[in-house]
């Protein structure tokens, strides 16, 4: 199995900072890495797809980047509704498997 | 609009079986491959199943497989999942997802249905 590293595990931002979520993949992966956002008590949110590719209504703040087994996400000038846990999920070969999470807190 | 509805949640005994269904609407639920993601409480996601347009195509992790069943009604554009043999470790929320037409992406979730599984 492919196993899917995130890191940091948390992470403190002002408003208006800009981060970066990292994902490391024990495998090659090919850029099948997807991003998802899941604020507390809600379903998960498809942010990113295909390492870069930005899903229908989200706000282009958020960008992906990466290849090979390094993956980033990055956020430029957070907002508060992006308080949240953000999963990155390889999509290359079964079984696809999630990282653990990366817990963003806005101050 | 897209709508994916859970149901069938509950308490279960180990060894026990339940089965969740999920109601599809705002697309053509045929054309789509449909997945099962659980998450434990205070816990990450897990791939559980997902099912080709026809059905006639499943796929599973270890950790459910030979347990575990999902299936479709594309006349009712419904989606199932069978599990049999429950664990305490199957104890999470299960949520219902659409996959993209891009493999293995999932671009609309349910709400989700909790299972747990305990004496």
């Known amino acids: 199995d492919i196993q899917m590293t995130q890191s940091p595990a948390s992470l403190s931002a002002s408003l208006g900072d800009t981060v970066s979520l990292e994902c490391l993949a024990d495998g090659a992966i090919s850029t099948y890495l997807m991003w998802y956002q899941q604020k507390p008590g809600r379903s998960p949110q498809l942010l990113i797809f295909?390492?870069?590719n930005l899903q229908d209504g989200v706000p282009s703040r958020f960008s992906g980047s990466g290849s090979g087994t390094q993956y980033s996400l990055r956020i430029s000038g957070v907002q508060p509704e992006d308080e949240g846990v953000y999963f990155c999920q390889q999509g290359y070969k079964y079984p696809l498997t999630f990282g653990s999470g990366t817990k963003l807190e806005i101050k | 609009e897209v709508q994916l509805v859970e149901s069938g949640g509950g308490l279960v005994q180990p060894g026990r079986s339940l089965k969740l269904s999920c109601a599809a609407s705002?697309?053509?639920?045929?054309?789509?491959?449909m997945a099962w993601v659980r998450q434990a409480p205070k816990k990450g996601l897990e791939w559980v199943a997902t099912?080709?347009?026809?059905?006639?195509?499943?796929y599973y992790p270890d950790s459910v497989r030979g347990r575990f069943t999902i299936s479709r009604d594309n006349a009712n554009s419904s989606l199932y999942l069978q599990m049999n043999s429950l664990k305490s470790e199957d104890t999470a929320t299960y949520y219902c997802a659409r996959r993209k037409t891009v493999a293995a992406v999932w671009d609309y979730w349910g709400q989700g249905v909790m299972v747990t599984v305990s004496s």
């Open positions: 705002g697309f053509t639920f045929s054309n789509y491959y």
């Open positions: 295909g390492t870069s």
């Open positions: 099912i080709s347009t026809s059905g006639t195509t499943t």
